[in-house]
């Protein structure tokens, strides 16, 4: 998946805010967001100063098939710590909307994450959901 840095940016600064939702970071959600821009090929610093500043513009890559894992992304956020509120699954599913994906789709993925937790969903069975509403 190849993103362009304020993509990257942006994808970070949701699960940035994804984690704050709830009031309280846990060490787990930091160290997946830490790990997640890390693979992006985001340093430390540049994650920190993004905390800090935030961006100027949010940026959303195009294609669907670029916007489904970094939902995925969120999911697996969402569900990391083991406790879901109804605040985390209204930021996801507003934030999945925002990004273009089908609104019927999008709770339908959210109530079988909170199910079956986020590391247990494939991305087979994401993509399935989608389909159905598209066909």
Known sequence: MSLTKEEKLSHLLDLMNMAKIDSSIQRIESVYIYKVAEKMGIDKLELVKLETLGIDKRSVPKTEYQIIP??????????????????????????????????????????????????????????????????
């Open 70 to 135: 970094l939902f995925h992304r969120l999911l697996i956020l969402m569900c990391i710590d083991t406790d879901i509120d109804d605040l985390e699954k209204s930021f996801c599913r507003e934030l999945g909307i925002k990004m273009g994906l089908n609104p019927f789709a999008v709770t339908d993925i959210i109530e079988l994450a909170c199910k079956k937790q986020p590391h247990h969903l494939s991305p087979d069975e994401i993509n399935t959901i989608f389909r159905r509403y598209y066909n």
